[in-house]
Nanobody, 121 residues
């Protein structure tokens, strides 16, 4: 059983930064891809970013390219999402996800419980 616990959310003003963390349980953390998704009120959950098991491949939604950076520390079983130049439209609950690979990120995997990010204008 894989458990994912997110942290780092909060309330910030537009233009500020936040770093989200997601700690995963289990000895096989380094063998799976990790990703971040978000869901704003009244909207569907959407892909934000993903990183391969080794960290060598990353993928981003167009809406966050150049502002968000995903990284991972396999020794700490942790994936991060550095969010810079935040905008009010980034307000959402952010979810961590573990999947077999980046290509299966949207079709299978394990979810965390989510952390709220609110960006005020």
């Amino acid at each position: 059983q894989v458990q994912l616990v997110e942290s780092g959310g909060g309330l910030v003003q537009a233009g500020e930064s936040l770093r989200l963390s997601c700690v995963a349980s289990g000895r096989t953390f380094s063998s799976g891809a990790m990703g971040w998704f978000r869901q704003a009120p009244g909207k569907e959950r959407e892909f934000v970013a993903a990183i391969s098991s080794s960290g060598g491949i990353t993928s981003y939604a167009d809406s966050v390219k150049g502002r968000f950076t995903i990284s991972r520390d396999n020794a700490k079983n942790t994936v991060y999402l550095q969010m810079n130049s935040l905008k009010p439209e980034d307000t959402a609950v952010y979810y961590c996800k573990r999947a077999l690979s980046i290509t299966t990120m949207t079709s299978q995997g394990y979810w965390g419980q989510g952390t709220q990010v609110t960006v005020s204008s």
